[in-house]
């Protein structure tokens, strides 16, 4: 089966600093990799996803590239915001199921 | 479009009784997966169905059970609750068809047991 690990949390940063969360996977075959957060109280939302090697998943100013090499999948953002304080989670899918990392608290600090 | 629907949103179960949790999937989706969260374990996969066939299921015992039915919606029950089936049930749905599907997800269904 799947097997993911994710950068320990929890992570504070002040406002407009450089988020990197890592994100490294094993799997078997060859997965669609996927992040998704989970704002306090709701469900979990779909942030960005990459389905084959060196594929860049963006969204909302996050960036991951699928490096099959490495087996990773980090997540970047240039300039966090308040509103991105949240819980990251990496998921690689295959066999109809999302495999999640253990999740990283993400705090920012106007 | 709505989203993915999960009811009831709250529960509260006594030991040794039974839950039965509903989860109605975005419209045209045909896959419906579910998941259990607990600050302990993370985030686990129960199982998948699609055009009501179960595709995948994860390392639960045998009183976790799901269904789905010939509309997608889809129901899960638990029998013989355990004070540790306290979670979170997440649920998400997804077209099914192709490598790469995205999953939705529902608010949840916040179990306890007492």
């Known amino acids: 089966g799947n097997s993911v690990t994710q950068m320990e949390g929890p992570v504070t940063l002040s406002e407009e600093a450089f988020l990197t969360i890592n994100c490294t996977y094993t799997?078997?075959?060859?997965?669609?990799l996927f992040w998704y957060v989970q704002y306090p109280g709701e469900g979990l939302q779909l942030l960005l996803k990459?389905?084959?090697?060196?594929d860049k998943g963006s969204n909302k100013g996050f960036e991951a590239t699928y490096r099959k090499e490495t087996t990773s999948f980090h997540l970047e953002k240039g300039s966090v915001q308040v509103s991105d304080s949240a819980v990251y989670f990496c998921?690689?899918?295959?066999?109809?199921?999302?495999?999640f990392g253990a999740g990283t608290t993400v705090t920012v600090r106007a | 479009k709505a989203g993915v629907t999960q009811t009831p949103r709250y529960l509260i179960k006594t030991r040794g009784q039974q839950v039965t949790l509903s989860c109605s999937p975005i419209?045209?989706?045909?896959?419906v997966s579910w998941y259990q969260q607990t600050p302990g374990q993370g985030l686990q996969f129960l199982f998948e169905?699609?055009?009501?066939?179960?595709?995948n299921k994860g390392n639960f015992p045998g009183r976790f059970s799901g269904r789905q039915f010939s509309n997608s919606r889809s129901e899960m029950n638990v029998s013989t609750l355990e004070l540790g089936d306290s979670a979170l049930y997440l649920c998400?749905?997804?077209?099914?068809?192709?490598?790469?599907?995205?999953?939705?997800f529902g608010q949840g269904t916040r179990l306890t047991v007492v």
């Open positions: 998400a749905s997804s077209g099914g068809v192709g490598r790469v599907t995205e999953a939705f």
């Open positions: 799997a078997t075959g060859y997965p669609s």
């Open positions: 990459a389905t084959k090697a060196d």
């Open positions: 998921a690689p899918s295959n066999d109809y199921k999302l495999s």
């Open positions: 419209s045209g989706h045909r896959s």
């Open positions: 169905y699609f055009s009501e066939t179960q595709r």
